[in-house]
């Protein structure tokens, strides 16, 4: 695609027969649905629900008629303003019940009032019930994967498109005037996610926009792969959303836009559709020497392993660079199950790769050789001791993108760079990862009351101190003055009211 192709075929595009093209099968729905909720029945529940990649919020529609008005306008009210960033359909459980207990969908007895079925296919069993709409919605945006990568340099930037571009994607990158992700690229980036690689670059200065060629702020624009330089790097082409052509940067326009990109970069040969890419990964794996290599057991980089990705060793290492504080404890677990997934995939089984792991935020340099900071963990670089290079892969860290990742670099599609320094690096044996981890743990600081109340406890001087005992006696001097007025003043008055009765008794006494 260059430049105004996408225009050129805009006109191919017809605005209300846009599907939601993201699942194993579309849904049978148009944009302007996704503001409605969505009608599910038991027959159409596994490919509109369980085999579709967005994430769900089911209303089960009580069969008592409870489900009164103002439910039904919340439902309503809820699906206009996700706007299909996540997806709310209702089951009439009158109708469906019976068939979703058959499919296992539900379970007797316990049908709950709202389900959320997290993002991707495969977390579809780890959908949770809920009592509430208000909680139901909390929790789906809890669970919302962070596919969009946010940037604020260069040196990100140039991450962002070798990353995109090493997984066989098309760079979409936006830069805007407002901090933060909006919804509106993360929508469009589960989405598209499998075809395009999304990044938002907030506040970028005059220096960028010139570096970039950005018109007005906000700007969305595709970063087309260029014939190679004679060096046989990748150039990257800037191919701008165009407003005149689509309109405004709304949901439904920018669909339309990437939509047509992806046709015109498919005939070109830059995106491969998603089905020849699957059916090229299993030919790739299947034509790939027979797998008779015994699996190392998964294991940590240290000072103590010199010889972890030694140029000796056939194959490749798989290294997933993490975050090994023990804050983070429980997340890597999870991270190195997904890594033991890999390993054991039926694609990379017997295979000569080596897996290990690292402390990225303990071994910084040990990462910077891979041009990958703690920021970015966790990561995965595939290496090449032999030829000296390496492909690394920042995003999503799933066994599935992970397994995806390193047929990749097998085939020879993903493009390896050579490893700063020339060869594997060492860990320093210097490195105190207990120390550092602690050195990064939030410091409670310590103080004492004289800190609030501006006193230096024990640190007077003789004047300062002086000052102090005469302000106190010229005090203690004015409360015994005041406490001897307040004493006179009773005297007297009881004087005066004594003085009173005395002339009372006189006057009396006279006129008898």
């Known amino acids: 695609m260059r430049g105004a192709s996408v225009a050129a075929v805009a006109a191919t595009v017809v605005a209300c027969a846009l599907l939601a093209a993201v699942a194993a099968k579309p849904l049978n729905v148009d944009l302007a649905d996704l503001k409605r909720p969505i009608p599910l029945a038991a027959e159409d529940f596994d490919d509109f629900v369980l085999k579709h990649k967005m994430t769900w919020i089911v209303s089960f529609v009580p069969a008592d008629g409870s489900h ?16 299909g960033l996540i997806f709310v359909g209702l089951v009439e459980l009158s109708k469906e019940e019976d068939a979703l207990l058959d499919k296992g969908v539900l379970v007797k007895g316990k049908v709950p009032r709202f389900r959320v079925y997290p993002y991707g296919e495969e977390n579809k069993d780890k959908a949770e019930d809920f009592e509430t709409l208000p909680e139901a919605e909390s929790r789906a945006r809890a669970l919302l994967p962070e596919t969009v990568a946010e940037m604020g340099n260069s040196a990100e930037v140039e991450r962002f498109l070798m990353g995109a571009l090493q997984t066989g994607r098309v760079p979409v990158l936006t830069f805007t005037s407002k901090p933060g992700t909006p919804d509106l690229l993360r929508k469009a980036s589960y989405w598209f996610d499998d075809d395009f690689h ?10 960028v926009q010139q570096q970039f060629a950005v018109q007005k702020l906000p700007q969305l624009q595709l970063m087309v792969p260029q014939p190679g330089s004679a060096s046989g790097g990748v150039q990257l082409g800037a191919s701008p959303y165009d407003r005149k052509q689509f309109g405004a940067l709304k949901f439904k326009n920018l669909v339309k836009f990437l939509a047509v990109a992806r046709m015109e970069l498919e005939k070109e040969g830059i995106i491969v559709p998603k089905e020849e890419r699957a059916k090229a990964q299993q030919e790739a794996a299947s034509s790939l020497p027979e797998a008779k290599f015994k699996a190392n057991e998964l294991f940590e980089v240290t000072a103590d392993t010199p010889d972890a990705c030694a140029d000796t060793k056939l194959g490749m290492c798989i290294v997933a660079l993490l975050d090994g504080s023990p804050l983070n404890e429980q997340a890597r677990a999870d991270q190195l199950a997904e890594l033991k997934k890999v390993q054991q995939s039926a694609a990379l089984k017997g295979r000569p790769l080596h897996f290990m792991w690292a402390d990225l935020p303990c071994h910084r340099k040990f990462g910077e050789s891979f041009f990958v900071s703690p920021e970015l963990a966790p990561a995965i670089v595939a290496v090449s001791a032999k030829q000296k290079k390496f492909a690394q892969h920042v995003g999503t860290f799933s066994s599935k993108s992970i397994s995806e990742f390193v047929l990749s670099v097998l085939r020879g599609k993903t493009t390896m760079g050579p490893i700063q320094g020339d060869k594997f690096p060492q860990v320093d044996a210097a490195d105190d990862c207990e120390a550092i981890h602690a050195s990064d743990l939030p410091v409670e600081e310590e103080f004492d009351l004289s800190d609030i109340m501006g006193e230096d406890i024990g640190e007077e001087d003789e004047e300062d101190k002086a000052a102090a005992d005469a302000a106190e006696a010229d005090i203690m001097a004015n409360m015994r003055a005041a406490e001897a007025a307040a004493e006179k003043a009773e005297r007297e008055a009881k004087e005066r009211i004594v003085q009173a009765e005395l002339d009372k008794l006189n ?3 006279k006129k008898k």
């Open 198 to 207: 999304f990044g938002v670059y907030p506040n970028p200065s005059e220096a």
């Open 68 to 83: 009164d008005r103002e439910g039904i306008e919340s439902e309503a009210d809820l699906a206009k303003r996700l706007d």
């Open 507 to 509: 006057k009396k006494s």
